[in-house]
């Protein structure tokens, strides 16, 4: 059975710093996609961040320059570090796993951006 579990969550004030971290279990992790998505109150879900098996990285438009995605597949782990934090960054972040057709999330970590 996929599992697929965040942390690193919190509140931090507009221009900090958070590290979210994904450890992922019942998939052979190397071999995966893995993905950051968000989705804040009111709006769709939107992607944060990918990075493939091979390495290649991909990101949202409103993250580029500020987060960067890592994978660690010694850990089973994907990291995304998120710089310059700003209000509009408040949302519950997921954690995704992509193989073909198969698809799985985590249950999300709440990230807020706030004085």
């Known amino acids: 059975q996929v599992q697929l579990v965040e942390s690193g969550g919190g509140l931090v004030q507009p221009g900090g710093s958070l590290r979210l971290s994904c450890t992922a279990s019942?998939?052979?992790?190397?071999?995966?996609?893995m993905g950051w998505y968000r989705q804040a109150p009111g709006k769709q879900r939107e992607l944060v961040a990918l990075?493939?098996?091979?390495?290649?990285?991909n990101y949202g438009d409103s993250v580029r320059g500020r987060f960067t995605i890592s994978r660690d597949n010694a850990k089973n782990t994907v990291i995304l570090q998120m710089n310059n934090l700003k209000p509009e960054d408040t949302a519950v972040y997921s954690c995704?796993?992509?193989?073909?057709?198969?698809?799985?999330w985590g249950q999300g970590t709440q990230v807020t951006v706030s004085t």
């Open positions: 995704s796993a992509h193989l073909l057709g198969l698809n799985a």
């Open positions: 019942g998939i052979r992790f190397s071999m995966y996609n």
């Open positions: 990075i493939t098996d091979k390495g290649s990285t």
